[in-house]
């Protein structure tokens, strides 16, 4: 299974991403955000970084590229993405995902391993886990404050398209503890801290990241 890496400037967690997908015995192809061309992939993954130096706001700039314009009607289409970190920003700012992702309530850049609750297991990229199980994976991020009207936080809740909460101590005020979520057809996940840092125990803190890379595939061989 073929799955795209996109690559803005600014980008700087591209080959981690890539190197999950192998470890998933997935086979990463790498996007190229001038290009609106997806090269028949599979799925796409929206990586970690700092897209055209997060000038404006994070991923502002990002969903102007020329790939974004072949993505987002592919991911209307079905085409499973993830977004991470700054990916989800991507997501949101092009209208794919609801709501925000906005500056940490304490203002602070903050990395950490964190704690998260898988919630729903029905989307593309969360099935190999179970509803409820508990993970840990990397956490980074300045702007990572998940945010929404009061209304589409209902509306994410009642349609049970909250895939992951944080757990301990909530790392930037996102609203209900939201980590990660997904649209209405659960082929689109944005998630804001990072399951491809968590796929070897020589670089990260357990093999809980893996699940998101390894559903996707399975998700394509069940299709």
Not at 39 to 58: M, T
Not at 60 to 67: D, G, Q, S, T, Y
């Amino acid at each position: 299974m073929r799955i795209g890496v996109v690559t803005f400037p600014g980008s700087l967690d591209d080959a981690d991403a890539s190197r999950a997908i192998r470890i998933a015995r997935g086979e990463p192809i790498s996007l190229w955000h001038g290009d609106a061309d997806l090269k028949n992939v599979d799925a796409v993954v929206l990586p970690g970084g700092f897209s055209y130096g997060d000038y404006l706001r994070c991923g502002a700039i990002a969903r102007f590229a020329p790939v974004m314009s072949k993505l987002v009607d592919a991911a209307n289409g079905g085409l499973p993405v993830l977004g991470i970190c700054n990916g989800f920003q991507v997501l949101c700012e092009s209208h794919l995902l609801p709501g925000a992702l906005t500056r940490n309530d304490h203002l602070h850049f903050i990395c950490r391993d964190q704690a998260l609750r898988i919630d729903d297991n029905s989307s593309a990229w969360t099935s190999s886990y179970a509803n409820g199980q508990e993970i840990v994976v990397p956490l980074k991020n300045g702007e990572g404050c998940f945010v929404a009207d009061e209304r589409t936080l209902d509306e994410l809740e009642a349609e049970g398209r909250v895939v992951a909460r944080y757990l301990g101590a909530n790392p930037n005020g996102s609203r209900r503890d939201i980590a990660g979520i997904r649209n209405a057809r659960g082929n689109v996940v944005g998630l804001m801290p990072h399951p491809e840092h968590a796929v070897d125990l020589l670089t990260g803190p357990t093999l809980d990241g893996l699940g998101f890379f390894t559903s996707v595939l399975t998700s394509m061989v069940n299709a």
